[in-house]
């Protein structure tokens, strides 16, 4: 029978818990920072034909560059994050956008101006990047709210930015505008190596340079289509053209992906229901989200004679925009305590409930400068939970490898959303316009279309959240079992295992979709007596399986069991601790929980290999890698607890600390637990300890060594201050005729008679007390007739208490 030793699931959690805030800031920054890049340049947009002396259709590519780029290298910088780093990429995407930055702040013609606007573009891939590496890197507490606000940073910088680049170009140079961005840029790329931690889960294999050409071509031409198609005419040759070279080029990149081994985005992954969905919402909630930024900041700058417009400044503008953002950073952490408690798709169809009912204010409220605060700010809500949601969709749906790759095709779908939303708002604005003077300006029900297209589109993003399906996992006992309450919600992402965990280091081969359940169903009854069942199905079958025997003796069935013991420290019985099997990609196949006695036994379905978990109360959860064969696999799990045990050792006299003290820790059998010195502040900790009591022994040059009982708490670090008494000396040299006394007994006696101690001489006739306490002491010496001295120690040394021995009569 072999004891399997495990590294932690938490390891990093222990670790490096307290830097997980400066992770989490430190990436949102970076987010901001990418955001607020692609919101500078709006207050320059209008006069960028006059400061670069080109026409107005040309002057237009510094804002599709940026477009386009950002398109292409999404998903690529994504996919190479999986492959070779995820920090390493996200520090790349960060130079691009101050190269990018530092060429647009010192252009002054179109030709640099368009390369530093695609370079900023090319660093769109921070979001998505940051996303993963929090689901690789942060304990499964933070996970949720962290990356709800990471994917919010791109709705938080956008309206942050706007009266932040309004401010700067109405007092500075406009070329300020990028060497802003570029400060910023720099500031991030020196937190990220400082503080965020190079994830270890990688997928391997080579680049699909011919896939990620092809997702360009078709990108570009489709995006140009979108973005352009109102300047160059709808029905234009040259519209028709790269709309058709769209499609023709993705349906045979989407041949060629599906064929080659290592493709740039896997297919057949985003092909899963919970990813597809997911992403044809994320597209329409775009759609949605732009519609307000296009609408908003048109209703505030036109003049209060068109009777609608309110006549504001682009600056007063911005800051009317700014509170959207602190919504949605309000609204991240909501989000995930909802999505924890009720699953991301419900989030997300609040979202979309929120955001439609935001439009529909907008279209009522729109005479007043609070009107629009109000009602930018329930969109804005809306968004923060839509976006907060996506992420945990798809981390719930793909393996920790893909998270990268599948992130970024997410951010792409929004950002092809935001797209169609402006052109579609571009034409209806066109379209529907009232004269001001000689000027032709979109009419007030202009911008209620628009508003109700909003309004549409965050509706049908709620209609096709609907479809998003409730995962499953293989354990359920029947087809239709809903989710278990008590268990990880499996529409909830799990965060990954550390690096060095089997989960962490299997690739895509490995992963294994999940089972997934149709998302309208005829639940009502079904909810009813799921809510019954199930909670009483698994305390039966937690009853069964606490009682010795019945786990002891394997599970039912035909399958494979893997059998053993889970066992705490001194390999004591560890009863009560949950067993669960799961796949390589994450799927629940067996649960038990130990006996008494610890033992447990899971099934799995077939030969091969699978993670075996096991958890209990006040020991750390241990996850380790089991082979199965055709024989029954035997399998001991040892846990080590998760308490502590710290404090500090002083003196009684003068509370002075006591530096290289040995701290000694025994169980009540007397074995030695753990053993320890203090430092130079007298301090000391021992870890992973098992609650319980314990004996604390502790002992000192020139101090009386102390032993004390502890009783370990449950959980947490247990304190315990000690407080050593200085310890006096006595040593002498026993003398014979002037010679030293070798074999010369010698017993030291206290004040009451009591004998402290005895020592042999040794050759040189040397003996020492040591650690004695102050007051009256009888030294006594034999090998000759015996002689008694006194010696009195009132807390310090006495060297040299030699004693003379000689025979009767000399």
Avoid at 184 to 194: I, K, T, Y
Avoid at 308 to 336: E, F
Avoid at 514 to 543: C, H, I, S
Wanted: proline fraction near 6%.
């Amino acid at each position: 029978m072999s004891h399997a030793q495990p590294e932690s699931a938490e390891a990093w959690e222990g670790s490096a818990a307290p830097r997980a805030g400066l992770v989490v800031a430190v990436l949102a920054f970076g987010g901001i920072v990418v955001s607020l890049m692609q919101t500078l340049v709006i207050p320059i947009v209008p006069e960028l034909p006059k400061l670069l002396d080109a026409p107005a259709s040309d002057a237009a590519w510094a804002v599709t560059a940026t477009l386009l780029a950002a398109a292409v290298a999404t998903p690529v910088m994504g996919r190479l994050g999986d492959m070779y780093g995820k920090r390493r990429m996200l520090l790349v995407s960060l130079l691009t956008l101050i190269a990018g930055s530092v060429t647009a702040a010192l252009s002054d013609g179109l030709v640099p101006m368009i390369v530093g606007r695609a370079l900023q573009g090319l660093a769109s891939g921070v979001v998505p990047l940051g996303i993963s590496i929090m689901r690789d890197e942060l304990p499964s507490e933070r996970l949720g709210s962290a990356t709800a606000l990471m994917s919010a940073s791109l709705g938080v910088g956008g309206a942050l930015g706007l009266p932040a680049a309004a401010l700067i170009a109405d007092h500075f140079d406009w070329h300020m505008l990028f060497w802003t961005s570029a400060v910023l840029g720099v500031v991030a790329a020196v937190l990220v190596p400082l503080i965020v931690p190079e994830s270890k889960v990688r997928s391997g294999g080579r680049f699909d340079l011919v896939g990620a050409l092809g997702m360009a071509a078709g990108l570009v031409c489709l995006l140009l289509t979108i973005s352009k198609g109102a300047d160059w005419g709808w029905g234009s040759g040259t519209t028709l053209g790269l709309f058709v070279a769209a499609v023709v080029v993705l349906l045979l990149w989407g041949l060629f992906e599906l064929r080659v081994k290592e493709p740039l985005v896997d297919l057949r992954t985003t092909a899963r229901r919970q990813v597809l969905v997911t992403n044809l919402a994320s597209m329409a909630f775009g759609f949605s989200m732009f519609a307000m930024s296009l609408v908003l900041p048109q209703l505030l700058q036109l003049p209060e004679a068109t009777g609608y417009g309110l006549g504001r400044s682009l600056l007063a503008a911005g800051l009317v925009m700014a509170p959207t953002g602190l919504v949605m950073m309000a609204t991240a952490p909501i989000s995930a305590l909802i999505s924890r408690a009720r699953g991301p798709k419900v989030t997300l169809m609040l979202g979309a409930v929120v955001v439609a009912a935001g439009y529909g204010l907008n279209i009522v409220l729109m005479g007043a400068v609070w009107e629009l605060v109000l009602v930018s700010c329930v969109i804005g809500a809306g968004i923060g939970f839509a976006y907060g949601a996506m992420p945990a969709l798809i981390m719930g749906a793909v393996d920790p490898s893909e998270t990268a790759a599948a992130n970024s095709l997410n951010t792409l779908m929004r950002s092809i959303g935001t797209s169609t939303a402006s052109a579609v708002a571009g034409v209806i604005l066109a379209q529907m316009t009232t004269t001001f003077g000689s000027a032709a300006l979109p009419s007030e029900n202009g911008f209620k279309v628009v508003m109700a297209v909003g309004a549409g589109a965050a509706l049908l993003a709620l209609v096709v959240a609907a479809f998003i399906p409730r995962q499953r996992t293989a354990a359920t006992a029947t087809p239709d079992a809903e989710h278990v309450p008590g268990d990880p919600d499996p529409s909830v992402p799990t965060p990954s295992l550390p690096a060095s965990s089997p989960t962490a280091s299997a690739g895509p081969a490995a992963a294994e979709p999940a089972v997934a359940e149709p998302a309208v169903t005829a639940r009502d009854a079904r909810a009813v007596g799921a809510a019954v069942a199930v909670p009483l199905a698994r305390a039966v079958a937690e009853l069964v399986a606490t009682v010795p025997g019945l786990t002891d003796g394997g599970p039912a069935g035909g399958g494979h069991p893997i059998r053993g013991r889970v066992l705490g420290a001194e390999s004591v019985p560890v009863g009560g601790a949950a067993v669960t099997l799961i796949s390589l990609g994450g799927r629940q196949l067996s649960r038990a929980v130990a006996g008494a006695d610890g033992c447990y036994a899971v099934e799995a379905p077939g030969e091969g290999t699978y993670v075996l978990i096991a958890a209990a109360d006040g020991h750390q959860p241990q996850a380790t890698t089991v082979v199965v064969g055709a024989t029954p696999v035997s399998y001991d799990v040892l846990l080590s607890g998760t308490s502590g045990l710290a404090g500090t050792v002083r003196s009684v006299d003068d509370g002075a600390p006591v530096a290289g003290a040995v701290v000694v820790l025994t169980d009540v059998r007397g074995d030695v637990l753990a053993t320890t010195r203090t430092d130079g502040t007298g301090g000391f900790s021992v870890t992973e300890l098992v609650p319980g009591p314990v004996t604390l022994a502790v002992s000192s040059p020139k101090h009386r060594p102390l032993a004390l009982p502890v009783e370990i708490g449950a959980t947490g670090v247990t304190r315990v201050d000690v407080e050593l008494r200085p310890g006096a000396l006595v040593r002498g040299t026993v003398r014979g005729a002037g010679t030293p006394l070798g074999d010369a007994r010698v017993t030291l006696v206290d004040a009451a008679g009591n004998v402290v101690a005895t020592t042999t001489t040794g050759s040189d006739g040397a003996y020492a007390f040591s650690d004695l306490d102050g007051g009256q002491y009888t030294v006594i010496a034999t090998g000759y007739p015996p002689r008694a001295t006194g010696v009195s120690l009132g807390g310090g040394d006495v060297d040299d208490h030699d004693i003379e021995l000689a025979h009767i009569g000399d």
